[in-house]
């Protein structure tokens, strides 16, 4: 690496200025356009809308935000937010992401809570539910397809389904267990 | 029902909050076993709703949370319970940009993401299953779980459209009088 400049080439700090204003818009219509989950909404307004990223960007720190707990897109923000307008940025990009659907979230749901006695809306949010939950087997195969997975990856992907989803273990256990395991033979298959 | 306590509450998503790998959709088994089977806060259908309002709203799928919160301790519940599931995985994920930024590409930092993807997936359909497993009672629900499924596997059109026919097919078969 040339240099002992921290700030790799690769990741420009100063490629792009990003105002605060700019950072909680964006973030306040990632927020409210997305529907059934916020991260293909994060794309395109970052990378394809905004230019604040470009995809390579985006992509590696995705891909931090992913492998860290938390929500995607929330680390995402965290991140984002950091890198153009330090920890008052973080703090700006959260806030605007959360804001507007919490409001509408309450809407709904005291609209809800009012309404549940009528059996067209209780047989209306079954349907829902039944959906709901085919969206997020959906999502799980689509990112399975998506990420053309070794027949290493199936198996711990597998082992994880089944300690949660079959066995109902304790979430803190199975990962705490599994994820070492996965993360070493993810390295020694890389070097084999 | 008594209101939950508020320590208990910041508790239990704070501990949620540092083991969300893949995020909310990841722990709904670990968020239904804890809030409906430890604590008792709710059951199974209540818990289902909730699930289904925070899908169809707009956001993140974390606020499901805050959704709980506020159904078992009201404004103030929502308040605690949002901030404990977000501060900690937050704080952690400002840590770990600044790192990551510094030693972009580092090999052991591929590796880690390359052992967890797959975990990651395989809780999602984990909780696909188990939300399944509590909200499909009846041959029409689980085809419609089912339909979406592939909808949402085969097409990049907005999911919402999906859970908008499942409500319309759904209220449609209660008229006819089909169980749901």
Redesign the interface.
Known sequence: MPGSD???P??P?AAKRVGRMELFLGFLKI????????APWARRVIVEERAWLSEEEYA??L?????????????LA??VG??FQR?LG?LIA?AA??T???A???A??SL?ERF?AF??VA???????????????????????R?R?TRM?????????V????L?F???AV?AV??PI??????LE?RA | MKPAPLWQIAGTFASLSLVAIGGANAVMPELQRQVVQVLGWMNDTTFASLFAIAQAAPGPNVLIVSLIGWHVAGLAGLAVASLAMILPSSLLAFGAGRVVTRLAGARAIRAIQRGLVPITVGLILASGVVMAATADHAALSILLTAGTAFYVFLSDWNPLWALSTAAIVSLLGSWLGLPA
């Open positions: 921290a700030s790799a690769s990741l700090k927020g409210v356009l997305g529907f059934g989950g916020v590696s720190l891909g931090v935000g992913q492998i860290l707990p938390g929500p995607n897109t929330l680390n965290v991140m950091d890198r920890a973080a959260v992401l959360m507007m659907p919490l509408i979230l309450m709904v749901a809800y549940a059996p067209e047989s209306a949010m079954s349907g829902t539910a039944a959906a709901a939950a085919g969206l997020v087997i959906g999502t799980a195969l689509k990112m399975t397809r990420l997975p990856a199936i198996l711990f992907g597998l082992v994880a389904f300690a949660i989803g079959v109902r304790p979430l803190i990962v599994l994820a996965s993360i070493a033979a993810a390295a890389r």
